[in-house]
């Protein structure tokens, strides 16, 4: 019984803490952040993003936890969504887009991949695991 009971309460204190993005500090969306509109491409069925000269599509999930040390910044919202998009501190060339809900409590972030780094090898941090479909594309 005092098992279960632990677990419980483990379980409970992690949704509250580990899954749940905080809206301040780094997470905050700047008062002038823009919007972004999602690109649905009938084509493929590919959702996109377009943010600084470059596509970003769907890549992967985030393994373990994604802290406020590991966000460079917020770079606005998705327009009629609640979602954000945040640059990462170990991504030096831009290569990625973090996407995530902040209000969601089992939300868990997305990250998003610039198209055009397609078939080429680059750095991504370890706390990004590519989707299974997203595998066999990339």
């Known amino acids: 019984m005092k098992r279960k009971v632990f677990a419980l309460i483990a379980v409970c204190a992690f949704l ?19 919007t972004y509109q999602l690109i649905d491409n009938e084509d493929d069925g590919v959702v996109t993003v377009f943010y600084n000269g470059r596509t970003y599509v769907p890549y992967g999930t985030v393994s373990g936890r994604v802290t406020e040390s590991d966000i460079k910044e917020c770079i606005g919202s998705i327009r009629n969504d609640g979602r954000r998009l945040y640059l990462l501190n170990d991504d ?3 290569n990625f887009i973090m996407v995530c809900n902040i209000g ?14 397609k078939r080429e090898k680059i750095y ?9 479909d997203e595998m066999r594309t990339w």
């Open 16 to 34: 509250l803490t580990g899954c749940n993005l905080q809206g301040d500090g780094k997470w905050a969306l700047p008062s002038d952040a823009p």
């Open 92 to 94: 030096k060339d831009g």
């Open 104 to 117: 969601g409590i089992m939300d868990q972030p997305e990250f998003w991949r610039a198209s055009d780094t």
């Open 124 to 132: 991504h941090p370890d706390y990004i695991t590519p989707s299974t």
